[in-house]
């Protein structure tokens, strides 16, 4: 059974960092993307940032390039989200995602994790 679980959600001022968790189980990590995407209340939900588990390499969405990083533990299976410079835009429920090598579709979704930025 594969479970995502997001933690590190809270509020924060603008400008300030945060890192945000995602502890994976049930996975076959090296067949697998993992990432994060967002939703802002009365928006859609949007692409911040994936990583290849097995290799590291790096995307990310252009309103996030140059101040979150996306990273991984391989011994605690642990996704990370580290958040800098963050700005009100930055609100909203951060979910950690997960989907095959070669797929489009995410096959798994976190329950999500509340951030809210102040200004």
């Known amino acids: 059974q594969v479970q995502l679980v997001e933690s590190g959600g809270r509020l924060v001022q603008a400008g300030g960092s945060l890192r945000l968790s995602c502890a994976a189980s049930?996975?076959?990590?090296?067949?697998?993307?993992m990432g994060w995407f967002r939703q802002a209340a009365g928006k859609s939900r949007e692409f911040v940032a994936e990583?290849?588990?097995?290799?590291?390499?790096?995307t990310y969405a252009d309103s996030v390039k140059g101040r979150f990083t996306i990273s991984r533990d391989n011994a605690k299976n642990t996704l990370y989200l580290q958040m800098n410079s963050l700005k009100p835009e930055d609100t909203a429920v951060y979910y950690c995602?997960?989907?095959?090598?070669?797929?489009?579709?995410?096959?798994?979704w976190g329950q999500g994790t509340q951030v809210t930025v102040s200004s």
């Open positions: 995602t997960a989907r095959l090598i070669g797929k489009s579709d995410y096959d798994y």
């Open positions: 990583i290849r588990w097995a290799v590291g390499s790096t």
């Open positions: 049930g996975l076959t990590f090296s067949r697998y993307r």
